[in-house]
């Protein structure tokens, strides 16, 4: 049920009966020379809306623009600042609570929104307003990741490109993948680390195009079983979330001393 | 030029040559029984789309959840707290200006929004970071609204049907606009005035079903009509703001005692 | 009862039987070469007084400094941002309730501050602490100020001209109103709007020495009028918040879904 | 020069010459039986009017809820959190800052407010933006206060009842001295210490009725000697700050290393 | 009983019979060219160690940095903004009362500490949470430090120096104590006000080097006087803490009308 | 260098060649039956002040309250919140730049601290300001960790057991090891998550005792060789970090359009 698209009377039935809700985020910045800015959005929403739209779950509107400074130098990257970001997702969130949500699943396709939708579950945890839990499509099948790719990402790789190719393929500029590829870098994580401390702050001082691996391994095949498996993860969370009763859900209390 | 469709370089190009971004916002709030919870982010949108496709500028991602709590004891109705709506529209238009963005229009189409939209414009003005102004659709053609509508709103009534029956008309509930009419109520501001002063704060004081106005004078056609006229106004709004200088659009310096 | 002449016991007997506080608000901001700074805060606090003076209301004192950054570019305009001046009146509002007050009356002459003190009325209303509603004094007789002038304001003109000749004469610069007239403007908002957007930020952008109107058609007499016809307004608003019953003061709970 | 009663170009007449603003800040809180709740505003702005005429420097209008939480337990206290008053102090200080003003007293009668003008007074100080200084009447002449009364306050006392008796004797409850002095208490703000630690927070914990020491002693006759006093005190200050090159008002830079 | 020494279960026990908290708190700021930029969080830590290892209370980490920007200009001296030190003493203290303490006694050794203090403790005591009491060591045993010094500070002086000696002497610069007198100056508070005006901000309008009075009066024999003389103060504190009924620490509530 | 051990002068020095510094923070929370509630807080120093010792470089006092809330339900678990904590941090590194100070390392050891410290140095480096990164010790050695235990951790593990064995091993409970292991629970991140989404808040969800792993495998020997390893690391990122230039360490501008 894509709440936007239902009228009130119809959004009340749906919170009489069910507590639950989902709430897609992505982001608005660049993904290389061959992907839409709109990357992350485009598929948290689409995962979200397909996930909801087979289970009947309540999903409300997207949004779009996160915490993605570490784009900036490369045009068109839009984001807010990490605090107001927390403060708008938590606010909504809060506010939910008032028909009744006690549950919410943050459906995430950027990574640089997970600490953020961490801490605002976190709140609202603590305090026992409601149990808000962050997904992200990728943290979901990390095996058919590997297995698919050699390179996956982690950001405008083949991965997000195989997605956007299922998704929107419309929006890849299929003529730039090698250029896409041979402009970026390849990514070890580990690698970039010194002494053990993470050094960089920006995406571009490991990638001059913005994106990493190998873009040409993708195709709307690898994205469409991408899209399933990750749908599947989604719609099995959901299922399991509504399952619980609300006081597995609260903080336990203090340990008697 | 919707900008989540683009790629970095191609924005790249735009902001060589303009300075100008539109961003659209609305939000998600019952609109009655006939009518989607998100019409007016869904008329925002469709306006601002519109606007940009004739004219190449740039189009942001859309803002779809704003300051509705007046709107919060219908179910489905979503909102941030005003403070925390101002500072995520402030944040995503000061980091618009990193990328050379210097004039933004807030392409609104909901009425709790307008102050805040304009509190968020005076802050960047008073700084001198960036010339942003709200536009609200429907005060665009005033005149023409007075004409086609004898109650015309403000709320749900047959002026937003009929531009959802022109952008989206799945999404009305035809076979319910009677009772949205007979449910809902007629408002007149300027006599729900106690001696001065506005007392009312939630919608529901003065309407059981949310809306207000006759919605069964909507349809299609109207609201072909209405859209076309505010995207003319919003067309020509962005074309006398393009070709401002960008010293008339900072702050005038204090008056020499 | 204006509180600051008052011992704490008088006041303890007011609340003991009353619940209903009147805080006047006005600016201190440039009001042309005719009229001082405070004219403003001045309305403001003779409305308030008069008409707690007639009826036994508990009047706080004022707040002089509100949302004037407009008026910046003329010496004198003195302004607190718009986030402080909601915190300080908040600040206040709530801290009253403590004494039992539940229900308020801002008795504001400038329109500045009007959207900021609906946005703290509507906190205060929100959760449900204290009923608190904004009142302007020109809006509480716009028939008898468009039987009387031309062109009355909207900002330093004949309206509150005739206030100040009223209130405190010699702080009229009576040499000086046809200077005021000649150097300023008349200022038609409808006109002002570019094809639906309001596009200016500081009043110094319509009117090179801050003021609108003729100023020539002020008259004490005209002053007396006014104030004798808001003054009533005022108090007939106090009479009927104070006949409210609290229940209907505070907000309405969510329909039941 | 009050700035409430003059016209813009009379102001900037003044900040062409001129850069020193004085702010008269007090409290509306109760003050015993006798006093009323504006005793330490009144105070204030007597003393500020009086110097500022006298000298011709420009006084803002005044502040008048601070911070007095410590007196709530008694009816029409009013005041603001902490935060708030700096903000609000802070906020006004720095717009006058726009005019050309460089230097600021704050005339204060109000020991609560105290620290937090010195913590507004060292944000302006520490970055440079104005050198603003809180003055005490009552500190400026500690030799006659002592010398006048035998157990002069520090609430309520007879140094502000006699003061108020010279400001506005017509609100002083003659008729309930006896009663203010014997249903109070007489202070030691060092015996109240334990250990070391001040260990009460609200004014009642010391005094049933809200105030200390006899209030039997005051009489016009002391009121306006320290009224001289004190003037004469705030007068020589504001000349000696007028009279100070900016550069001596800016911090030290850091010393070389 | 220094809870990071202990395991959680130790403390569990500890809760379970008891309620009382101190933390210790200093800074990290230029004590001139002989004391160490540790000297009031050694002091701090020193005292309260030693009081709670006699009385088995629980003693917290430190924490040391605090409110010095007035000792900016000397090296190395660190602070954060005075809004942060409280919030974060705010937080830790709340905190605390998720494990049942109710009562706190913040350990001070730095004069810049004490207002903040206060506030974070009125914050606390306000709204009921815990009562909270700053203990400033000095403040204790003023009479003894009249006794054995002639100028004891107030700021790096021989009452900072003689404790410093007797709690770690290696890192009193023994060589360098007639520098420290000899580029330093004798501070009169009272002497330095112009007009009743506190009118420095930072340490280094008074003093070149950054201390105060005759350094070469400290000796370690005083230093464990005033250690002694300071701990028993402290731990009569506590013992007067502990012994109060719960209700006597929380505010009274508002007079009855 | 540690800072609060030394004098202005020598502080002075130090900034006068260097422009580094090493900030040290951990927690105080829960760690088990058999570690003190310090533990972090302990390694941090240990390895900072040795890695500064042998270097040269300097070291400020440490921060001991960090971000522990999800450790709360066990008695003694201190905690900030989270923007707390960030404010604290960001405000101490801030004004370490006034002494040109250009970089940092925050010297960490507790894992809920990581994200903080990221969005701190992230803060500092978009702006401008200076360069801080975040170093986790056992980030920085996880080879060996994996060679010499089968579970380490990842709280109150083996890992920490033994280090605090090498740091401090009188406050180990040695007689509490096996109860350590038989009441915790062995931990799988990546199990623990359901449908790639982390469910848990708090520690107390996965382990009733509050670690994790094999206790009993920790020696001082192996506690040495972690230190030792660790220390070589952070000596080398100390290093690597002071030889870089200062261009490097800065933000890169946008790309060209």
Same mark, same amino acid.
């Given at each position: 049920?894509?709440?936007?698209d239902?009228?009130w009377?119809?959004?009340?039935?749906?919170?009489?009966?069910?507590?639950?809700?989902?709430?897609?985020?992505g982001?608005?910045?660049?993904?290389?020379?061959?992907?839409?800015?709109g990357? #992350?959005?485009l598929?948290?929403?689409?995962?979200a809306?397909?996930?909801?739209?087979?289970?009947?779950y309540l999903?409300?509107?997207?949004?779009?623009i996160g915490?993605?400074?570490h784009?900036?130098?490369f045009?068109?990257t839009?984001w807010?600042?990490?605090?107001?970001?927390?403060?708008y997702?938590?606010?909504?969130?809060?506010?939910? +609570?008032?028909h &009744?949500?006690?549950?919410i699943?943050y459906? !995430?396709?950027h990574?640089? !929104?997970?600490?953020h939708?961490?801490?605002?579950?976190?709140r609202?945890?603590?305090?026992?307003?409601?149990?808000?839990?962050?997904w992200?499509?990728d943290e979901?099948?990390p095996?058919?990741?590997?297995?698919v790719?050699?390179t996956?990402?982690?950001?405008? &790789?083949?991965?997000? +490109?195989?997605?956007i190719?299922?998704i929107?393929?419309?929006?890849v500029r299929?003529?730039?993948?090698?250029?896409?590829?041979d402009?970026?870098?390849?990514?070890d994580?580990?690698?970039?680390?010194v002494? &053990?401390?993470?050094?960089?702050?920006?995406?571009?001082? !490991?990638?001059?195009?913005?994106?990493? &691996? #190998?873009?040409t391994?993708?195709t709307?095949?690898?994205g469409?079983?991408?899209?399933?498996?990750?749908t599947d993860?989604?719609v099995?969370?959901l299922?399991?979330?509504?399952?619980?009763p609300?006081d597995?859900?609260?903080?336990?209390?203090?340990?008697e001393?």
């Amino acid at each position: 049920m894509y709440l936007p698209d239902r009228t009130w009377p119809e959004v009340g039935e749906y919170v009489a009966d069910e507590s639950l809700a989902v709430v897609p985020l992505g982001s608005t910045e660049q993904h290389g020379p061959h992907l839409p800015e709109g990357t #992350d959005h485009l598929i948290a929403e689409a995962l979200a809306r397909e996930a909801t739209d087979r289970t009947g779950y309540l999903c409300t509107p997207p949004v779009r623009i996160g915490v993605s400074s570490h784009h900036r130098q490369f045009p068109g990257t839009m984001w807010v600042e990490a605090p107001v970001f927390r403060d708008y997702v938590e606010s909504l969130s809060r506010n939910l +609570t008032y028909h &009744g949500i006690d549950r919410i699943v943050y459906v !995430n396709a950027h990574g640089g !929104n997970v600490a953020h939708l961490r801490e605002v579950g976190r709140r609202l945890h603590d305090d026992g307003t409601a149990y808000a839990i962050e997904w992200m499509w990728d943290e979901s099948i990390p095996g058919l990741i590997e297995e698919v790719f050699e390179t996956p990402g982690p950001h405008g &790789g083949p991965k997000e +490109t195989a997605m956007i190719m299922h998704i929107a393929n419309e929006l890849v500029r299929a003529d730039r993948l090698e250029e896409a590829r041979d402009g970026g870098a390849v990514f070890d994580y580990d690698a970039e680390r010194v002494h &053990g401390a993470t050094t960089f702050y920006d995406c571009i001082e !490991n990638s001059p195009n913005g994106v990493f &691996g #190998d873009q040409t391994d993708a195709t709307p095949e690898i994205g469409e079983e991408l899209f399933e498996a990750a749908t599947d993860q989604l719609v099995a969370l959901l299922e399991w979330l509504d399952a619980r009763p609300v006081d597995d859900l609260m903080p336990e209390p203090p340990l008697e001393p």
